[in-house]
């Protein structure tokens, strides 16, 4: 309790310790924004809440870092997963996801569950169990008083390449046709259907996209950080936070909410301690569920 | 039939007793049955009967055994000191002080887990369909989480209890026992709950809760008492587990939310929710399954259970109960079938 009080304390004696965890907050931020930026399309466009969510994250990290290994510069590591992943994607949606879209929503929460072990567990015997990154090389800047703040240029392009990633998404959605097409069947899927609309290629287009902006997430993850096997639940956990924070389809919201998680986290990490992460990600999962019901019961409905 | 059934069940109670000594290599395993048997039922309590699909029913297994252990440590040593040791040496329990100890520590399991299920359940069961699954989820990762630092009951090394005073093999015997008294028991409970108004009023919460609140059904109430009830039993389960691993620790055996978790609901959907014999059956062939796989996909094995996850949710959701319903409905009396509504699609 001493060490809390202390370390709360130190957040006011020294104001430059809260710029550090504010940025170390927004770096990891944005690639958790990145990661649960495909779910809020899947949730909202065809009501799959996909548990699978991180896997895919840590194995389009893997496809980068096997190229890595063979010669090939990172950078290219980052289109390559995104078009793995788009592979994947699309594999496992006709296998498993399209069966699971018209049933109860338990039942793509299970199914996708069950796929993230597999995922897991296929990559844990691939690649072994070791913690893997790519190292760039990349000088680290130092910034601020003393420079107290260190900023790795590597996770500075992570950065900027996962926000380009963000804003080129949202274009699409706005601009293009298929982008118009699944806002469509986001509102209505049987008035889309109705209008011509080939739900079906939609939902997989929808899927694949996720798969594939989460491999890229993935790709810029093991250039700035660490990726494990198992590591895909701690994105998932916090996938599920920012979308349900941010609400379904909203994809600005997704970044905003994506930034704030990764903020607030660093804070809860300084205050209670490295051990309490994952504990403080999913308490905040549920805060966000209980505000949104508070929110829900304004209008007399249940959160549903 | 009416004369064939206390035949079926006394036969049965006769193998159950002697199951340890026809098949005396596998009494481990054995016992391990018993409690996914006990697992899957008490989940479709809530899963199947009610309609709230928990993901969580794991962190009543959890507390369970954490507070068997600490209750059967506390009444002869302190407990930060005993877990500091780390089951060194100098902690020495006699038979009378374990078994006491063990007593006291499932009945308090049982009740404190009810209790926590309630107090959670207030919070919990404002939520609904999916939200109520990820909700639960995170309370049992969340609380594997915190305990595990949490130093006064071990921190991430877990708990080492003492072993079980006497013969090795009279332990094994003395689990599959203890968890088998505890299956029937909770098997003749639910016989007898499921025919009760109680259980007409959380099945129809499950099919229409609105409606079920304009007929003048608390349905708060009734939720809440049902999870109780499921996490008494979860409790003692995970108390006797606790003592028959001897050591445990926090995320990988106690709140073991991806593996005992999960598995406990899909012995349920395999076997068929919402009927009394659906969820028995899925935890033997779900644990028959899991055997096999472990003993002959080496590495492979959590590959095929993910798959086996996978299908049964996917292709086979009404388990082997609801199949056998659709195709032999004259076994299942005057019971009605309703098929899943598939929304947007003609009839077939």
């Known amino acids: ?163 380009s990633l963000a804003f080129g998404v949202i274009l699409f959605m706005k601009r293009s046709r298929m982008g118009q097409a699944i806002r469509a069947t986001a509102q209505d899927a049987r008035a889309a259907r109705v209008l011509g609309i080939d739900t079906d290629k939609v939902y997989a287009f929808t899927f694949s996209l996720n798969s594939a902006i989460c491999g890229a997430a993935g790709a810029i993850i093991v250039m700035a950080w660490v990726i494990q096997p198992f590591y895909g639940i701690t994105y998932s956990v916090r996938a599920f936070v920012i979308v349900t924070a941010a609400g379904l389809g909203n994809l600005p919201g997704v970044i905003a909410a994506g930034l704030g998680i990764g903020a607030l986290e660093q804070y809860g990490a300084h205050i209670f301690g490295i051990g309490y992460q994952q504990a403080i990600a999913v308490l905040l999962l549920l805060l966000v569920l209980f505000i949104r019901l508070l929110q829900q019961r304004r209008n007399r409905q249940v959160l549903q | 039939m009416t004369v064939l059934r206390p035949v079926f069940y006394l036969a049965l109670l006769a193998f159950i007793i002697a199951a340890p000594f026809l098949l005396p290599d596998f009494r481990t395993q054995l016992a391990t049955l018993w409690l996914f048997i006990i697992l899957a039922m008490t989940w479709d309590m809530t899963g199947g009967q009610m309609g709230y699909n928990s993901l969580g029913n794991i962190l009543f297994y959890g507390a369970g055994m954490y507070i068997a252990a600490v209750v059967g440590i506390s009444i002869v040593y302190d407990v930060g000191e005993y877990t500091n040791a780390f089951g060194g040496g100098t902690y020495k329990f006699t038979p009378t002080q374990y078994f ?190 899991k055997e096999v796989t472990w003993n002959y996909l080496l590495g492979w094995q959590w590959v095929a259970l993910g798959a086996l996850i996978v299908v049964t949710v996917v292709y086979f959701q009404d388990g082997l109960m609801g199949w056998l319903a659709s195709k032999k409905p004259e076994w299942f009396g005057e019971r009605v079938i309703t098929k899943p509504d598939v929304a947007g699609e003609p009839a077939e």
């Open chain 2, 100 to 289: 006491i100890g063990m007593g006291l520590g499932l009945l308090l399991a049982g009740v404190l887990s009810a209790a926590i299920a309630w107090i959670m359940g207030y919070l919990l069961f404002q939520f609904r369909g999916p939200y109520f699954a990820i909700g639960t989820l995170g309370a049992a990762i969340a609380a594997g989480e915190l305990v595990s630092n949490w130093e006064w009951v071990g921190g991430g090394q877990g708990i080492a209890l003492p072993v079980y005073p006497g013969d090795f093999d009279v332990g094994k015997l003395f689990f599959y026992y203890l968890f088998a008294v505890m299956g029937v028991i909770l098997f003749i409970f639910l016989r007898w709950f499921y025919t009760t108004r109680f259980a007409a009023a959380i099945n129809a919460i499950r099919d229409d809760e609105e409606k079920a609140e304009a007929m003048g059904i608390h349905t708060l109430r009734y939720k809440l008492t049902t999870w109780a009830i499921a996490a008494f039993f979860v409790g003692i389960a995970g108390g006797i587990s606790g003592y028959q691993l001897i050591h445990f620790e926090p995320l990988e055996t106690a709140f073991q939310t991806i593996n005992l978790g999960i598995f406990m609901v899909v012995c349920v959907l395999l076997g068929g929710k919402g009927t009394l014999w659906g969820p028995i059956i899925g935890a033997i062939l779900f644990h028959v399954v």
């Open chain 1, 1 to 163: 309790m001493d060490q809390i009080i202390g370390n709360i304390g130190l957040l006011f004696e020294f104001p430059v310790v809260n710029l550090k965890i504010i940025i170390d907050g927004i770096m990891i931020g944005a690639l958790f924004a990145l990661s649960a930026y495909g779910l809020a399309l899947v949730w909202g466009v065809m009501n799959v809440k996909n548990l699978a969510q991180g896997d895919f994250v840590i194995a389009g990290g893997y496809v980068a870092w096997s190229m890595a290994n063979v010669g090939i510069h990172p950078f290219i590591g980052i289109p390559a997963a995104f078009v793995v992943m788009w592979g994947i994607g699309w594999l496992t949606y006709k296998l498993v996801i399209k069966r699971v879209i018209e049933r109860d929503l338990f039942t793509s929460l299970l199914a996708t569950f069950g796929l993230a072990i597999m995922f897991a567990q296929i990559l844990n015997l691939m690649f072994g169990s070791d913690t893997q990154s790519i190292d760039l090389g990349y000088a680290t800047l130092h910034l601020g008083p003393g420079g107290f703040i260190d900023v790795p240029i590597s996770k500075l392009i992570g950065v900027v390449v996962a926000l």
